[in-house]
């Protein structure tokens, strides 16, 4: 049998049957329950929308267990699974529609009800909807799980899911993950977090984005561990409330929810033994603010979703360095890199770039976007950084939001760990002006706690206190929050189009 991930699954279901494999409010749904779901879906897709092995198959769905069946049964059927930002607005759903080819979109009822918007655009679309799952027959008593023996086997080489660019530089770009870069990535993650079956993952973020579906969904679940899924965000008690219910161990979110739990009263200690923080730089602030509240290891690691998403994690046993994002994670080459291609060495700043079995295919039919990201073998990152003596790395900033302020490199990244620092910052980032005297001018746009009010004039002095002259924001935006998209990273671009007060 071809190792895959519709077969990597297939495995984790034949050795534990009956073992919760998910659950979602007080719903518990076993590993055969979903692998029956998943292969009703597969034949569903096959026999009545004529889905064939290759095509590009829309997920657009909110999180619901409905979402991990129907990625497995679009992989099941030997298709592609296009998963789809559930916060985007039809016009944006239709340019993905367009760009992919997608002919069959699994969705709901709610996000259906765009239905009209999207087939005026693409007239041939079908839309599968997750409600007729409730019609199908049960998985009865403790029947085994049937496993088809006429099934498409996609190889490791093969396509399996097209992962959108968040489109925060412009248009999105589908990053092509293969089978193998999945399951290369899944086993990478699967040594660096110490993963085991007894694990039990809260998932919160959207499965949508690469991040979850690589470290929320896949890796649990070839693993043989569990999924919590959690139904409810707000207020972030719920949130605690449902990790301590279900016992979970391992809890992946995004630097805003640790600063929403150090804000949170929470008594009871909790059950987890790791944290991890991606999708956005971690605060040194709030690292240091959230182990010492909760005493659980905070590990902060980098990925793009362009490498099936994990490059780096600060090692779970070992020195972790608060500001980096640590060692290249079990398998894969990180090294610092100039224009030309050059190896840097420690303390040398210049593009981070990614070699390894995570790395995508390409650009889904963009071979000159492919070929700028990919340069002998290397993925070239857009992120600048630098590694120290030891190896760890660290991110000043994305390469095309740097500044240059008189003709000196100025990383936005720094002037908003320093504005962390300053007592009510709940929000900060950095963006550049043009200037016609020194070329370019940091900006800040700052939201405060809730309750707290920032003093431009105190935050600019605190600043002066702790930054080179040339690297103080010209000006400082109070914002009641800043943009964000759906898995949190700060929208820049925005920020940019903002008029500034005078």
């Given at each position: 049998?071809?190792?895959?991930?519709?077969?990597?699954?297939?495995?984790?279901?034949?050795?534990?049957?009956?073992?919760?494999?998910?659950?979602?409010?007080?719903?518990?749904?076993?590993?055969?329950?979903?692998?029956?779901?998943?292969?009703?879906?597969?034949?569903?897709?096959?026999?009545?929308?004529?889905?064939?092995?290759?095509?590009?198959?829309?997920?657009?769905?909110?999180?619901?267990?409905?979402?991990?069946?129907?990625?497995?049964?679009?992989?099941?059927?030997?298709?592609?699974?296009?998963?789809?930002?559930?916060?985007?607005?039809?016009?944006?759903?239709?340019?993905?529609?367009?760009?992919?080819?997608?002919?069959?979109?699994?969705?709901?009822?709610?996000?259906?009800?765009?239905?009209?918007?999207?087939?005026?655009?693409?007239?041939?679309?079908?839309?599968?909807?997750?409600?007729?799952?409730?019609?199908?027959?049960?998985?009865?008593?403790?029947?085994?799980?049937?496993?088809?023996?006429?099934?498409?086997?996609?190889?490791?080489?093969?396509?399996?899911?097209?992962?959108?660019?968040?489109?925060?530089?412009?248009?999105?770009?589908?990053?092509?993950?293969?089978?193998?870069?999945?399951?290369?990535?899944?086993?990478s993650c699967r040594i660096v977090l110490q993963t085991v079956e007894l694990d039990r993952f809260a998932v919160l973020l959207p499965l949508f984005h690469s991040y979850m579906l690589t470290v929320g969904l896949l890796l649990p679940l070839l693993v043989g561990g569990s999924i919590v899924l959690v139904k409810s965000l707000h207020p972030v008690r719920n949130v605690l409330q449902e990790i301590l219910q279900r016992q979970a161990t391992v809890l992946p979110a995004i630097p805003q929810f640790y600063r929403s739990m150090v804000n949170s009263p929470m008594p009871v200690p909790l059950p987890l033994r790791l944290c991890v923080s991606g999708a956005a730089p971690l605060p040194v602030q709030v690292l240091k603010d959230f182990e010492a509240k909760f005493n659980i290891p905070l590990i902060e690691g980098y990925g793009l979703s362009e490498a099936s998403p994990v490059v780096t994690k600060n090692p779970l046993d070992g020195t972790r360095k608060p500001g980096s994002i640590g060692l290249p994670i079990a398998h894969v080459e990180v090294s610092i890199q100039d224009e030309s291609g050059r190896l840097l060495g420690p303390h040398e700043i210049g593009e981070v770039c990614v070699r390894g079995g995570n790395v995508m295919l390409g650009y889904w039919k963009q071979p000159e976007e492919t070929a700028k990201a990919l340069r002998n073998a290397w993925l070239l990152t857009g992120d600048i950084g630098y590694r120290d003596e030891e190896g760890y790395y660290f991110i000043t900033d994305r390469k095309k939001d740097m500044l240059l302020v008189n003709g000196i490199n100025v990383y936005p990244r720094e002037i908003e760990e320093v504005i962390y620092q300053f007592p009510g910052v709940k929000e900060a980032a950095v963006i550049g002006k043009p200037d016609s005297r020194k070329g370019e001018q940091p900006i800040a746009f700052v939201a405060a706690n809730d309750g707290e009010v920032v003093e431009e004039t105190a935050l600019r002095h605190f600043l002066r206190k702790r930054l080179a002259d040339y690297k103080v924001p010209r000006k400082v935006v109070l914002l009641a929050s800043l943009p964000r998209n759906a898995t949190g990273k700060i929208l820049k671009t925005t920020l940019r189009q903002l008029p500034l007060p005078e």
């Open positions: 049998m071809k190792m895959n991930l519709a077969t990597a699954f297939a495995a984790s279901v034949k050795k534990r049957p009956e073992k919760t494999a998910l659950f979602w409010g007080e719903r518990e749904y076993s590993y055969a329950d979903l692998w029956a779901q998943t292969n009703w879906i597969a034949e569903q897709l096959k026999s009545e929308l004529g889905v064939q092995p290759g095509d590009r198959v829309g997920l657009w769905l909110r999180n619901c267990p409905e979402f991990v069946a129907s990625l497995f049964g679009i992989l099941q059927a030997g298709a592609v699974a296009v998963p789809i930002n559930n916060f985007l607005k039809p016009d944006e759903v239709n340019f993905i529609l367009g760009d992919a080819g997608v002919d069959v979109v699994i969705t709901d009822a709610e996000l259906g009800s765009h239905s009209r918007v999207l087939t005026a655009a693409r007239p041939g679309l079908k839309l599968f909807f997750i409600e007729r799952l409730t019609a199908t027959p049960a998985r009865t008593g403790k029947a085994p799980p049937h496993f088809p023996q006429h099934r498409a086997h996609p190889s490791t080489a093969d396509l399996a899911v097209l992962i959108y660019t968040s489109g925060t530089t412009g248009r999105p770009k589908g990053a092509m993950l293969s089978h193998g870069n999945l399951l290369h990535n899944v086993e």
